[in-house]
């Protein structure tokens, strides 16, 4: 009895899922970052612009002014609006990529498992078949005593 060339196969595939989840995991996780690192610069120049406006009334303006102030406030205020909504939809992805890979790691170790237990069935044969032989070859070498 030799062991099944399916399983280590099947436990193969399982762990190549499982790198391949925890990849796309690294990636998920990597935009994540990167949309708080935007985030943040995004409302560093949002407070810098606050501050620039509430100096320029101090001082006489334009209307203009006051117009391109409040006008590209608003824009950075709708850029980071979006960066939050596209956080969201990037914390979601992680979740999702994070339970796939939990489900894939799963799936490896049942595979590694049911290896490990056909190596087991395989041992275990031998060895029965083993102490068989052994057993009849005594019992034959006693009759031939006797």
């Known amino acids: 009895m030799k062991p099944r060339a399916a399983w280590p196969v099947l436990a193969?595939?399982?762990k190549e899922k499982c790198d391949e989840a925890f990849v796309a995991l690294k990636q998920a996780r990597d935009r994540v970052t990167h949309l708080e690192q935007s985030r943040e610069r995004m409302?560093?120049?949002y407070t810098d612009y606050v501050a620039r406006s509430k100096e320029a009334e101090s001082r006489p303006h334009s209307m203009s002014e006051t117009l391109n102030f409040r006008g590209f406030m608003q824009q950075l205020q709708a850029l980071i609006a979006r960066v939050n909504?596209?956080?969201n939809e990037a914390q979601?992805?992680?979740e999702v990529k994070r339970?796939?890979?939990?489900a894939a790691e799963q799936k490896r170790i049942q595979m590694d498992t049911l290896?490990?237990?056909d190596l087991k069935a395989v041992s275990d044969?031998?060895?029965k078949r083993e102490q068989k032989e052994m057993d009849a070859a005594g019992i034959t070498l006693y009759n031939l005593k006797h």
């Open 125 to 127: 044969f031998h060895r």
């Open 43 to 45: 409302q560093l120049l």
């Open 92 to 94: 979601h992805a992680v």
């Open 115 to 117: 290896v490990e237990q």
């Open 99 to 102: 339970l796939a890979l939990k």
């Open 12 to 14: 193969k595939k399982a």
């Open 85 to 87: 909504m596209d956080l």
